[in-house]
């Protein structure tokens, strides 16, 4: 369920609120439209809020029991989740084929069905790639009816991406189903596994508020299964239909799936569009003008489309994350199961097509901070940067501007950033730390060469960071980086000052955060997540050493460089005192050649610090904040976690009042246990969706990693490549002058 | 510490025996003569001792046997040296400098220093700083033998110093030499000495010089030693740097691949990071290219250090001439205050006449000493810095083709 649950949109207290209330009114809710989990969630609670009314305090019991059994299982599927995501992104990214056969294993899809009632997840995956080539035309479903292909169909699907659904679903095939389909979950509990097409009609036509009628008339049970899938697994489909136009091989396959899920698939557009804009043309084409035809919303969608397709997969994103943007407003709710809908293959996908933007080097920002100049005199100074801006981006007024910021305003846009994104789960790059030696050095004026090194280094750093910040497509849309780049002046950053109140405040916070850390023992559910800690930590301190490796070597070079001119002037002394000419000549030759070699040194250490073990040091803060990202994990997981207790309490206490018979108590027991239902819920979505964004983030954060250490190594390569092309010519010229002593 | 595991058995020997015949053409005067041909083809470290065996294939009848070899101490070198030096005959040739004790400290200190550290490092790590040491010893080892070969081999390609007879029975004699080591009285006596000619020195400079080709070489070989002693420090300087580096490429390295280690249980990074650290390996190895290359650059420390030293020979030959000068012109004024007094005017003229005999053989062995040794200076300085510079143009070729297929290698995947 983790992975699926990207669809809230930052301001969630208010979706969720309003999920809850859609939860209560069954019938022609638009918004209902939730991803998987949140439906199968809004489903199991839904039962119970409206049996609540109706029926009689016992049977209501039990059924919260039953929920409670349930509880449990949905830690392990969370768990089986995690770990064939792994598996999942392997699949995307090595063989598609297995995939593809997951999908298409559809002819036994009872069996699969049966290990996923078992909670067997990955056993089902393992078994579905297995079956890969027999499953490729079985998309008919031959001897099962419409509906099982459908499920089935839609089962694997479920298992590979959104991993949630299959155990979740209990007992009852149909149960996930109709909460997929939209959770009208009135009628789940009522009718267990009878009349199935019924069911599916009736969710249909609720969902889609009758649109897409005339298909559901033509093949009922297909589309109707179809669009709810699509809405769920649009990411997943798009993928892998590009995937399948990459392989011709499988394409048969894909297409057989694409009947049965994409076809009105508006969400699937989206994501086709974005992954494989060139190389799925026209099935997205006609995909498109279908569900012109057929759909209200996909006006909205195309909308969306065309908004993302401006924003870049990146932005897009970002619009799907928040709901500030202009495309996932205008889409509204309705395209909110395209957000939700997408799963982390979907990301994983993204992050490709990312990388291959990113390939290009084409930024849709570029950001460089220049100048650096000192403000003021003594203490009081500062420096300011010029920070300038090129974009092609058209949420820019300008094509290209500049402003004058100081450093604090960098560490504010952090704090800022920090505060609004951390707890999301976003990594958000931080800037280089505040250096009270190196600028009192500066401060106090004194010209050297470490003072002006340290300037140089800041204002690196601070490009870095800032790129990075434009770079991430949910920073970027952030109003206040906005407003950093563009404004003329900012309102001056206080909280940064390390000696203020606030910074003052910030080191309590910081302890009482170190302390809860230490004290918060989870039991990770997520072997992902556990792996991924470990790796980061490892990494640290890896990283951490490897810097003061190459600081030394910075160290020892200068010290080199230094020496190298001392015996520059030296060779040049004993050549003056040298009688015989050649000799003399040759070596003030030599004290040339060494003073040469000794601005070699000077440039090698330069690139040591600057390509080397600033790339480090910034990786080091990097992966910092990758732990922050976990962290804010570990604190949505204990907030869901308090609140589980707390409703555990809550349902103690009605059971003691239903034992000593208080009815008056009752009812508000029971409100309390109401309340505090939605708020599990609501915690624990937040839990899912944190993992998921911290989950999306990590990877991003890796493969922009490797890509960057490889360019940069490369740089540094080339660099050293070119010094020691320097030193052969420099040291050939001195050969002949070497053999001319006589 | 088993660093006697280390000594150079034959196979590496050969190949610093070649080195040494370089050098030895280079620093001592060229002799072809093969009536004397000396080597130390090899060498034992014991503790603090070491053994080294001295090989003299002779053609001159003044030895029994035409091929014999010795075991000889360091010791027994220095004593050698200070018979020569002290043989008043000598007194106008430039006494070849004694080789400098061998130092193993550093190394071993270094190893030391690894071994107590051993538990904070990774094992990679471990071992190549482990290996870098014993090349480093290895290296030390070499050189000390080079040193006392080069010692040898000059004064056998010395006419007069050749027929010592001291040096002789060192070559010869094939017991063990056991000579005595000084004594604190005598250490201490050598140093009240060198404190006395200094001194001396200081008196007699105001003596005023009879021949302009020695005033010449005076103010030109004390300057030269200043200059030379500057430049030799600092090359030394400069070496110790170039070997930090290579030593923080070794760590650097180790960390890497330990770090791409970790990092292969991550799928995305698997790849790159074994590439990564394949190629740090190949720099890595570029660096021990480096550390050859500082080593080379011994090449060159290495020369001025002897030129040093035997400057410093020389200005000795020069303090001893204006000794004799000195003695000379208090001979003439004892001789006029002898004529004046009507007393002792024969013994006088006997000890005047003594002095500027003394002198003269002086000078004129001096100024053929001196020739000699600025012709030598000239041709070594123009080998050495040759081969440093071609050595240099290697290594730097060696590490662009490495540099090369790094890049290429990354920018191809």
């Known amino acids: 369920m983790a992975s699926s649950s990207e669809r809230s949109p930052p301001p969630f207290p208010d979706t969720e609120d309003q999920d809850v209330l859609d939860s209560e009114e069954v019938g022609g809710r638009d918004s209902d439209e939730d991803d998987g989990e949140e439906l199968f969630m809004s489903a199991s609670n839904t039962p119970l809020t409206k049996q609540d009314t109706p029926t009689s305090p016992d049977s209501q019991a039990s059924d919260l029991m039953e929920d409670l059994s349930v509880g449990p299982p949905s830690s392990q599927t969370e768990k089986s989740a995690a ?45 579905a790639s297995v079956k890969a080539d027999s499953g490729e035309a079985s998309s008919g479903g031959p001897d099962l009816p419409g509906e099982k292909t459908g499920s089935s169909s839609a089962a694997p699907i479920i298992n590979l991406d959104n991993d949630v659904q299959p155990p979740r679903i209990g007992g009852k095939v149909i149960d996930p189903l109709a909460q997929i389909l939209g959770d009208t979950p009135a009628a789940d509990p009522k009718k267990p596994s009878s009349a199935v097409v019924d069911l599916f009609e009736d969710d249909g036509s609720d969902i889609f508020t009758g649109a897409p009628q005339s298909k559901a008339s033509s093949r009922p049970e297909k589309g109707l299964f179809g669009e709810p899938d699509e809405d769920l697994f649009g990411g997943p489909l798009g993928a892998m239909s590009k995937k399948t136009t990459e392989n011709e091989g499988k394409s048969g396959t894909a297409k057989a799936a694409g009947p049965t899920f994409s076809k009105p698939t508006e969400p699937a557009d989206i994501f086709t569009e974005e992954a494989a804009a060139t190389t799925v043309p026209r099935t997205s084409n006609t995909v498109n003008s279908k ?293 003399s000549r040759a070596l003030s030759q030599l004290a040339e050649v060494e003073d040469k070699i000794e601005q070699l040194h000077q440039d090698q250490a330069a690139y040591d610090t600057f390509s080397f073990a600033e790339l480090i040091a910034d990786y080091i803060r990097l992966l910092g904040a990758v732990r922050g990202s976990f962290d804010h994990r570990i604190k949505a997981w204990q907030r869901w976690q308090d609140a589980q207790a707390m409703l555990q309490k809550k349902r103690e206490t009605e059971a003691k009042l239903l034992w000593a018979n208080k009815p008056d108590k009752l009812q508000q027991a029971k409100d309390e246990i109401v309340e505090w239902e939605a708020r599990v819920t609501q915690f624990e979505r937040d839990f899912e969706r944190v993992s998921a964004t911290v989950r999306k983030e990590v990877l991003r954060f890796e493969k922009q990693r490797t890509k960057n250490f490889k360019r940069q190594i490369t740089k540094y390569l080339e660099l050293l490549l070119q010094s020691q092309q320097q030193l052969i010519k420099y040291w050939e010229a001195f050969l002949p002058e070497a053999k001319a002593i006589a | 510490m088993c660093l006697q595991a280390l000594l150079p058995r034959p196979a590496p020997h050969a190949s610093f025996i070649q080195e040494g015949s370089a050098l030895r053409s280079v620093s001592v005067d060229l002799n072809n003569d093969a009536s004397l041909l000396i080597d130390i083809p090899d060498a034992l470290c014991e503790r603090d001792k070491v053994k080294f065996t001295v090989h003299t294939k002779t053609t001159l009848s003044s030895f029994q046997k035409p091929e014999f070899s010795v075991p000889r101490q360091h010791e027994d070198f220095i004593w050698l040296h200070d018979t020569l030096v002290e043989t008043e005959d000598y007194a106008g040739l430039i006494i070849p400098p004694a080789p400098p004790k061998p130092d193993f400290e550093s190394p071993r200190e270094k190893m030391h220093k690894l071994g107590e550290g051993e538990a904070t490092m990774t094992k990679e790590e471990y071992t190549k700083m482990k290996q870098e040491l014993e090349a480093e010893y290895l290296a030390v080892f070499k050189k000390t033998v080079q040193v006392h070969e080069v010692f040898l081999q000059r004064l056998s390609s010395h006419p007069v110093l050749s027929k010592d007879r001291n040096f002789q029975i060192f070559l010869e004699y094939d017991q063990d030499l056991s000579v005595r080591r000084k004594n604190a009285k005598e250490m201490f006596g050598g140093f009240f000495k060198n404190m006395v000619k200094s001194a001396d020195e200081v008196l007699i400079a105001g003596v005023k010089e009879v021949d302009d080709f020695f005033e010449q070489e005076k103010t030109f070989l004390l300057d030269y030693f200043s200059k030379i002693k500057e430049a030799t420090a600092k090359a030394e300087k400069m070496t110790r740097s170039h070997k930090n580096i290579a030593d923080d490429y070794i760590r650097l390295s180790a960390t890497l691949n330990s770090l791409s280690a970790e990092e292969s249980t991550n799928y995305y990074i698997i790849k790159f990071c074994l590439k990564l650290f394949q190629n740090f390996l190949r720099v890595c190895l570029k660096k021990v290219e480096g550390r050859v290359a500082s080593d080379e650059e011994l090449k060159l420390t290495e020369l001025l250090r002897y030129y040093m030293r035997d400057i410093q020979a020389a200005k000795d030959l020069l303090y001893r001439r204006a000794r004799a000068l000195a003695d000379y012109e208090n001979s003439n004024k004892a001789l006029d205050k002898a004529r004046l007094k009507g007393k002792d005017v024969s013994q006088a003229e006997e000890h005047q006449k003594r002095c500027l005999q003394k002198f003269d053989t002086l000078s004129e062995s001096g100024k053929k000493e001196l020739t000699n040794f600025k012709a030598r200076r000239v041709v070594a300085f123009r080998k050495n810095l040759v081969e440093m510079a071609e050595l240099e143009v290697k290594h730097a070729k060696n590490n662009m083709t490495l540099l090369q297929g790094c890049i290429e290698l990354l920018s191809g995947n």
């Open chain 1, 83 to 127: 770990s064939s995501s792994p598996e999942e992104f392997v699949d995307l990214t090595n063989n598609l084929e297995s995939r593809v056969a997951a999908e298409s294993s559809s002819p036994e899809p009872s069996d699969e069905f049966f290990d996923i009632l078992g909670s067997e997840t990955q056993k089902v995956e393992v078994e």
């Open chain 1, 291 to 583: 569900a012109n035809g057929v759909h209200s919303e996909e006006d909205l969608f195309t909308e969306a489309t065309v908004e993302l397709s401006l924003d870049s997969p990146r932005s897009s994103r970002k619009n799907e994350e928040t709901s500030k943007p202009s495309a996932s407003s205008s889409s509204s709710s309705l395209s909110a199961p395209a957000r939700q809908a997408k799963p982390p293959p979907a990301a994983l996908e993204e992050l490709e097509d990312e990388e291959e933007a990113e390939l290009e080097d084409k930024f849709d920002v570029l950001v460089s901070v220049k100048d650096p100049e000192k403000v003021g005199d003594g203490m009081n100074a500062y420096m300011a940067y010029k920070v300038s801006t090129e974009t092609t981006l058209p949420m820019f007024r300008n094509k290209l501007f500049t402003v004058r910021r100081r450093f604090s305003d960098f560490l504010g846009l952090y704090e800022k950033l920090s505060e609004k994104h951390g707890p999301n789960g976003l990594i958000v790059p931080p800037p280089p730390e505040k250096s009270i030696l190196g600028m009192t050095k500066v401060k106090v004026g004194k010209e050297d060469s470490s003072s002006a090194d340290f300037v140089e280094r800041r204002r690196g750093a601070l490009e870095r960071y800032l790129q990075r910040v434009v770079n991430h497509p949910l920073l970027l849309q952030d109003p206040d980086v906005r407003e950093f780049l563009e404004k003329d002046e900012l309102p001056r950053a206080v909280s940064t000052q390390t000696l203020s109140g606030a910074g003052f405040l910030k080191m309590i916070n910081k302890a009482t955060d170190a302390v809860s850390k230490m004290t918060i023992k989870m039991n990770e559910s997520d072997a992902w997540f556990e792996e991924k800690l470990q790796e980061v930590e490892s990494a640290d301190q890896h990283f951490r050493k490897l810097h003061a490796l190459v600081e030394s070597l910075v160290v020892h070079r200068k010290e080199l460089s230094l020496n190298t001119a001392n015996f520059a002037k030296s060779a040049a002394m004993l050549g003056s005192a040298e009688d015989n000419t050649a000799l």
